[in-house]
Every structure is written in C-alpha cells, then in structure tokens.
C-alpha cells in the first residue's frame, strides 16, 4: 500500500455523512515516469512498432510499473505472441464501463440500475437503504439529494452468464489484470467483490456509493474518477480526491503511438463540456478533496477503499481508449466492425436479473 494510502487517524464523525471540500492545489493524476517512457520504448522495439490500439496503450499508460517490466519482457521472448494479443485489450475497458442510467440496451444501465422498485419494497436490510442511509441520501460529490446508489464494481460483471459461444470469446478479466497490476493488488480486488467465491453479488454496501445521474454518467463514461487517499483506523473517514478526466485526441480504434504522454487532469474544471456544481455553489475541479463518513463502520460501512482504488485505475483506462466514444449500435451502419467489438456489445447487452437499485430523493 503506497504511503499516501495509508490508514490515518482521522477525526471521527458527528453524523452519519457529510461532504467536506477543500480546494487545494490541482495535481496530475498519476504523472507518467521515466521509468515508463523507457519501458515503452523497450515495448515498441520489442513489437517491432511505434504505434499500438488505443485500448492497449491506455493499459500500458496505468499499468504497475512491476507488471509492465515483466510484460515488456515477456514481448521480447515472444512478440507475436504480445502483437496477438494487444487486439483482445479491447476488451477490457468495455467489460469496466458502466453505462449511464438512462441507456436501457445493456445489462448496466436503467433495468439493473436503475429500476422503479421502491425502497418501500419489504426486503431486509437492503445494501442500497444502508449506503442510502450512511451518505445522508446525499450525493457524495455534488450534496444533491436526488442520487443513485451506485455500484463500484460493474453489475454486470458479476452476472454469471450462460456457456456459449459468445461469452468463450470474452476474455476473462481477471486475467487481464493480471497482466497490467501486481498479482498481490489484483487478488485485493477480487476478494473485496467476491467475498464468498462460490456466492459473488454486489449486494454489499461496500461495492455502493451514492451519486447524483449526471456524476453517476459522467464517472461511467471516464470523464471523472474518484482516487481514494487514505481511510481512518476505526473505518469512520475516508478521504479521496476527484480529477476531472480529459479527452485525448484520438479516437477509439485509432493506434496511439507509444511515446505519446496522457494529458494531464491538472486544473480542469470539466471534460468535454461535463462539469458540476455542488450544492452550495462551487464549481468542481480536478484536485478538490472529499470526505466520507459514517457513525457506525459496523451497519453501515464505508465503500470499500480496495475497489475504489481498482476503480481509480480502470476509469482512467476507460477515458485514455476513448471506451465511451464507441459509436452507439444501433446507430453504426458500419458492416466491417471487427469480431472484438461485435462480440463484447453483444455479451454486454445480455440480461440479467433485475436488482433493486433505484433513485431516491430525500423526503420522498
């Protein structure tokens, strides 16, 4: 665990949630090294090529430094091999993308997250009436009362999906990551969202935050991320700062080459055109921090500092390939797609049972 993110000991809440802010100075999110630059490079050499698809470079821009040493010398043992499989990187940030709630044609959108069951509905203890509860029904950004209980981990991945042809061909995503991050960060995750292997859900708390529709959209899209800093030793606070993610230049099956440097998130105060307010007034930036909290870690817990810290890399992978560009499939009269994205469209609109996430407004 890096320094910045280790537990402190923080001043213990009065009330279940409040939303503080403090403008400090904007800071790159993650500035890429030397280090890095020099193992691209290596990489390029390796690969025989400067330029790479765009869901790829944006994995080897996020990736551990560790991981990606070993992968450039695992690409110089056996290039093809890495060429082959720099397409299936496409994958990755579409499986991670969560689709706003008023998209009603995949498994992440309205129906599973957003449905029109009431809290009023008799079931007990709901994860989402906890994370409600604990967040004062308040966006944990804006202060807004009209908010989703959101989840960290993607539903959608968490649906066991019937053997077929089609969802052979997705590759697994934990394979994936463990390609990109340490096995030890990875293994975190995984036992954070599948605590009982043989019964995964996302019906915890933890994997729950709750947000306004248009910071919900905006953070599925990549086009703002939540990095986690530091959580308090009794679980009562956690700290994290929001950044502002910048659209890059290219686009989504674009090749970036591979000395191209991310734009930074420093001093930003939209992307795109998205921008928010909280409800007194101030006009978010990349850098401004926040605090959650909550009087009882016991009921109602924090989310889970573990998956916000997988979720802080993989949108950033989501806004550096341009995932939310993709052109919607209804629209896209282009026959000549590749197989990679006609597949993972498909796995992604599949159904799956509805849950019992819902809009809430506070006094309602």
Request: charged content about 25%; glycine content about 4%.
């Amino acid at each position: 665990m890096d320094v910045d993110n280790a537990p402190a000991q923080l001043s213990p809440a009065r009330q279940r949630s409040t939303t503080v802010i403090y403008n400090g100075s904007p800071l790159p999110a993650d500035a890429p090294s030397d280090d890095r630059e020099a193992l691209l490079l290596e990489l390029g050499q390796a690969l025989e090529t400067q330029a790479v698809p765009a869901s790829f470079w944006a994995c080897l821009q996020v990736a551990d430094l560790s991981a990606l040493r070993t992968f450039v010398q695992e690409a110089r043992a056996a290039p093809r091999i890495c060429e082959l499989l720099s397409d299936t990187f496409y994958a990755l940030p579409r499986m991670w993308r969560q689709n706003p709630p008023e998209d009603p044609s995949s498994s992440c959108s309205s129906s599973s997250r957003g449905s029109d069951l009431s809290d009023d509905v008799p079931r007990s203890r709901s994860p989402r009436k906890i994370a409600k509860e604990r967040d004062g029904g308040k966006c944990v950004v804006t202060g807004r009362q009209r908010v989703q209980a959101c989840p960290i981990f993607p539903h959608c991945l968490l649906k066991k999906k019937k053997p077929t042809d089609l969802t052979r061909s997705i590759p697994d995503l934990w394979k994936l990551l463990s390609l990109f991050f340490d096995n030890e960060d990875v293994l975190q995750w995984k036992n954070a969202i599948f605590p009982n292997p043989d019964q995964p859900t996302d019906g915890i708390p933890e994997n729950l935050t709750c947000l306004s529709p248009n910071v919900h959209g905006d953070w599925a899209d990549g086009y703002c991320a939540f990095k986690p800093l530091r959580v308090s030793s009794d679980g009562r606070e956690m700290e994290y700062k929001f950044h502002w993610l910048p659209r890059e230049p290219h686009g989504p099956t674009d090749k970036v080459d591979l000395s191209r440097r991310p734009l930074s998130t420093a001093g930003l105060d939209q992307s795109e055109g998205r921008f928010s307010y909280t409800f007194e007034g101030h006009r978010i930036q990349s850098g401004d921090t926040f605090f959650l909290k909550t009087s009882d870690p016991v009921t109602h817990p924090l989310p889970s500092f573990t998956l916000l810290q997988m979720s802080w890399k993989l949108t950033q992978i989501v806004a550096l390939s341009a995932a939310a560009e993709d052109p919607d499939p209804e629209d896209d009269v282009d026959k000549l797609e590749t197989y990679n994205k006609e597949v993972i469209d498909r796995w992604m609109a599949e159904p799956s049972d509805d849950d019992d996430n819902d809009f809430f407004t506070a006094g309602v």
